[in-house]
Every structure is written in structure tokens, then in C-alpha cells.
T-cell receptor, first 112, second 112 residues
Framework: SQELEQSPQSLIVQEGKNLTINCTSS?????LYWYKQKYGEGLIFLMMLQKGGEEKSHEKITAKLDEKKQQSSLHITASQPSHAGIYLC????????????FGKGTKLSVKP | GAGVSQSPSNKVTEKGKDVELRCDPISGHTALYWYRQSLGQGLEFLIYFQGNSAPDKSGLPSDRFSAERTGGSVSTLTIQRTQQEDSAVYLCASHRSGTPQYFGPGTRLTVT
């Protein structure tokens, strides 16, 4: 079965610093989704990537899906305390979206 | 708002009791998903509805778990004879073709 591995598991950065979170799949990704979760809350959708080589940006967050479609990265530029939370990557198993499998998450803390 | 809503937000129940968790998806979203998030296990898929039908129930952990969806809208997840290992946050998500899954805030279930 497909598995998603995220790295690092946790990250503490100083406000203003850049950071990258990675998500590696054991199989080809047909759709890759990045979500953010704050403690006690649901998942907030960030970005969806479907094509190899695709890159999307929103505000200071950029997500990329590599050409071979087995790895994605999430890059945050000039981090702020509002970026703190748990970042989760999710992948569809192929074809139509269907249910998603998720990585274990990366916990990001941003020190003011 | 127009997001996915879930109720109750928190539920504490005694071992052996039955519980019902409710999900109201975004209007017009034909697909609805239930996931479970527990410490150390990450996010696990439980069941998927397309309209009122459940083509994928593969994630339900035991026959104590069941779910239904009526009118292509509201869904109820029922756990019978709750056990302590059922303690988790239960998340509901919905989407329609071409959109990502949007998640509700979750129901935190504690079985004592």
C-alpha cells in the first residue's frame, strides 16, 4: 500500500527564516494535497498539485511536485508566528480523488 | 459560514455506550469522507460516501462502526459499545469533482 513520509517530524525556526518540509511517497502520486492544522481544529486546505513539475504559490508558501511525482516540498519564506501549526501532506490513490492517505505531519513552531 | 460543520465538538462517554457523530457537508458536495485522527496513528480513512451510497467502507476498524448518509447531505457515524481505543478526533470532509476535500473542525471523542 502507498505510504507518505514527511520530514522533518518537527521544526523550530526563528521568525523571518525560510524553511522547507518534504513529503515522499512510496508510489507515484496522482494528486498531492497540503493541509495545515492547528491544535484542536480541522485541516485547512493550502494547495493541490497534480502534474509533475507543478509549482504553486500562495502568499509566502510555495509547494512543488517533482517531475517523477514521488516527492513534494512545501517552502515557507520569511516565516511568521501565524505559520505555526502541523503541516500534513495527503495523496489520492489514483484516478478520481477518492479517500486520501496522509503523512504523519510536520509540527512547525516559529519563535518571535 | 458555508464550511463543513460537525457536532458535537467534544464528546465524553463511558466504555460500552453508543455514540453518534454528525457531519453537515458543504452544500452541493456529493462526496463525503470520515477520517479518524489519533495520537501516534495520524489520519486514517474510515468511509467514503458518494451521494447516499458508500462505495468504500474499507477503513472502518470493526463492525461496531457504521455510518449513513441521507438526502445526499448529512452523515452520521455511529460507534456501538465504545472502547477506550476509540478515543480520537473524528474528522469529516466533503468535496465535489475538481475541488479538494474541505474538512470540518472535528469531534473529539473520549471514552472513559
Amino acid at each position: 500500500s502507498q505510504e507518505l513520509e514527511q520530514s522533518p517530524q518537527s521544526l523550530i525556526v526563528q521568525e523571518g527564516k525560510n524553511l522547507t518540509i518534504n513529503c515522499t511517497s512510496s508510489k507515484t502520486l496522482y494528486g498531492l494535497y497540503w493541509y495545515k492544522q492547528k491544535y484542536g481544529e480541522g485541516l485547512i486546505f493550502l494547495m493541490m498539485l497534480q502534474k509533475g513539475g507543478e509549482e504553486k504559490s500562495h502568499e509566502k508558501i510555495t509547494a512543488k511536485l517533482d517531475e517523477k511525482k514521488q516527492q513534494s516540498s512545501l517552502h515557507i519564506t520569511a516565516s511568521q508566528p501565524s505559520h505555526a501549526g502541523i503541516y500534513l501532506c495527503g495523496a489520492s490513490k489514483g484516478g478520481s480523488q477518492g479517500n486520501l492517505i496522509f503523512g504523519k505531519g510536520t509540527k512547525l513552531s516559529v519563535k518571535p | 459560514g458555508a464550511g463543513v460543520s460537525q457536532s458535537p465538538s467534544n464528546k465524553v462517554t463511558e466504555k460500552g455506550k453508543d455514540v453518534e457523530l454528525r457531519c453537515d457537508p458543504i452544500s452541493g458536495h456529493t462526496a463525503l469522507y470520515w477520517y479518524r485522527q489519533s495520537l501516534g496513528q495520524g489520519l486514517e480513512f474510515l468511509i467514503y460516501f458518494q451521494g447516499n451510497s458508500a462505495p468504500d467502507k474499507s477503513g472502518l476498524p470493526s463492525d461496531r462502526f457504521s455510518a449513513e448518509r441521507t438526502g445526499g447531505s448529512v452523515s452520521t457515524l455511529t460507534i456501538q459499545r465504545t472502547q477506550q481505543e476509540d478515543s480520537a478526533v473524528y474528522l469529516c470532509a466533503s468535496h465535489r469533482s475538481g475541488t479538494p476535500q474541505y474538512f470540518g473542525p472535528g469531534t473529539r471523542l473520549t471514552v472513559t
